[in-house]
């Protein structure tokens, strides 16, 4: 079965760099959620998109912003980037949390974003 | 603060046997609970989750049980193998009051399965 697909896997960028992280959902998912995994850390949440409008956002820097396009992928735009954002970047997708029944989340491999 | 407790960080059991990773919340607002498995350099595999109106959902080898009352939830692999070695993350979401379905995730246990 088809899963998250996330790219790039890994990243190195240096401080004060933009990076951008893409993510394409499972098909027929229309929502999908950006999670922030630091070393020895549980995930947080960043920010959510159903139907390509935001629906949520989380604890996430005003240097970062995402957007989701018409075929439902997702892109996580951050820039001016500092040594603390080095971290493991998670997507997860799902069917509407506001439809009937279960709505798993299912998460992507991850980007591993390293700042020097 | 963290509304997802796993108060265990590491748990070790042997082939064969039982193993039960637990998962305190604090959000009486959380009505919807899954747990994750997670290698690493890997994202979180979806394992099995449980709605607040149940108490029980099983599904293979995994059994969650949820008690509502003591806000606590927890995860039953029986029988254990050598494969299911992993860090197992208890998340949570709102899913009545935010509709967003966000997850807030525990701090992850380290199971080991020994041979």
């Known amino acids: 079965a088809a899963g998250v697909i996330q790219s790039p896997r890994h990243l190195i960028k240096e401080k004060r760099e933009t990076a951008t992280l893409k993510c394409y959902p499972i098909p027929r998912h229309d929502t999908v959620y950006w999670y922030q995994q630091g070393p020895g850390q549980d995930p947080q949440f960043l920010i959510s998109?159903?139907?390509?409008?935001?629906?949520d956002k989380g604890s996430i820097p005003d240097r970062f912003s995402a957007q989701q396009f018409s075929d439902y992928h997702s892109e996580l735009n951050m820039s001016s980037l500092e040594l603390g954002d080095s971290a493991l970047y998670f997507c997860?997708?799902?069917?509407?949390?506001?439809?009937?029944?279960?709505?798993?989340?299912?998460f992507g491999p991850g980007t591993r974003l390293t700042v020097t | 603060d963290q509304q997802v407790k796993q108060n265990s960080p590491s748990l070790s059991v042997q082939e064969g046997r039982i193993s039960i990773l637990n998962c305190d919340y604090t959000n009486s607002m959380f009505d919807y609970f899954l747990w994750y498995k997670k290698y690493p350099a890997e994202g979180p595999t979806f394992l099995i989750s449980?709605?607040?109106?149940?108490d029980k959902n099983e599904d293979g080898r995994f059994t969650v049980f949820l008690n509502k009352s003591a806000k606590h939830l927890s995860l039953h692999i029986v029988p254990s193998q050598p494969g299911d070695s992993a860090v197992y993350f208890c998340?949570?979401?709102?899913?009545?009051?935010?509709?967003?379905?966000?997850?807030?995730f525990g701090q992850g246990t380290t199971l080991q399965v020994k041979p």
């Open positions: 997860a997708s799902s069917l509407s949390p506001t439809g009937p029944g279960s709505y798993e989340q299912y």
């Open positions: 998340a949570a979401s709102a899913r009545g009051s935010s509709n967003t379905g966000k997850l807030i």
């Open positions: 449980i709605s607040s109106i149940k």
């Open positions: 998109f159903y139907e390509k409008m935001q629906s």
